[in-house]
């Protein structure tokens, strides 16, 4: 597949995305990449167009909660949006004791941790056990990611340039729990269960480049 857009722009790469930005848009294209411990691991064939599609979906579900920058999808595996500017956070939603990553609940659950992401956890706690109630648990997002609480990102809030005064942690907290919930009734009819989503990122849009 060949996706030639026109001049201006710049070009980013990053483990599954390539982005090319325009003053007052931004055209996300999502590869067949597949990536995972912070490494591209290989490739597969239409794993873009699904994944592109599949964001989409779930865009359109939850965008009268928080609004996107999502303009319009002009090709399955093509976005074009609203250039923003993310916040180093990860918000990841759990329900489940599972994970096996180094940011994942179990994981540092098994090496001895009680208090996780500013939560303390009881002992006794087994590998894919349900938790007592869905739980928000943020994470860094950079090269190598860690959990973090609230409290943290609060800190990050304050050392960002620009941020959003009226929204607080708590409130973004409570949004990520209801976007969770939300996907979870509506797979619960294909029996599906979702651990840990950690697909939610928030970011701002410029003046300049919003929506009428």
Not at 12 to 18: L, Y
Not at 108 to 115: D, K, L, T, W
Not at 122 to 147: A, I, M, Q, S, Y
Request: with cysteine; glycine share 4%.
């Amino acid at each position: 597949m060949l996706i030639t857009p026109p001049l201006p722009l710049t070009l980013t790469s990053g483990k599954v995305r390539d982005q090319y930005r325009y003053p007052s848009s931004i055209v996300l294209l999502t590869t067949d990449r597949q990536s995972g411990f912070d490494r591209s691991l290989c490739s597969v064939p239409f794993k873009g167009s699904v994944l592109n599609q599949i964001s989409n979906f779930w865009f359109k579900k939850t965008e009268h909660i928080i609004p996107n920058h999502v303009v319009s999808l002009p090709h399955p595996n093509v976005t074009i949006g609203l250039p923003c500017k993310p916040f180093a956070v990860e918000m990841v939603v759990r329900a489940y004791v599972t994970g096996s990553t180094s940011t994942s609940i179990w994981k540092n659950y098994q090496s001895g941790v009680r208090n996780y992401c500013g939560i303390d956890l009881p002992e006794g706690l087994t590998k894919n056990e349900k938790l007592w109630d869905v739980l928000f648990t943020p994470t860094t997002k950079d090269e190598h990611d860690r959990p973090i609480s609230c409290e943290d990102i609060g800190e990050i809030r304050r050392g960002a340039k620009r941020l959003a005064d009226n929204v607080s942690v708590e409130n973004k907290s409570h949004a990520h729990l209801h976007f969770y919930t939300r996907r979870a009734s509506s797979l619960i009819v294909a029996i599906v269960l979702i651990p840990h989503p950690n697909l939610f990122r928030d970011s701002l849009r410029s003046s300049q480049s919003r929506r009428d």
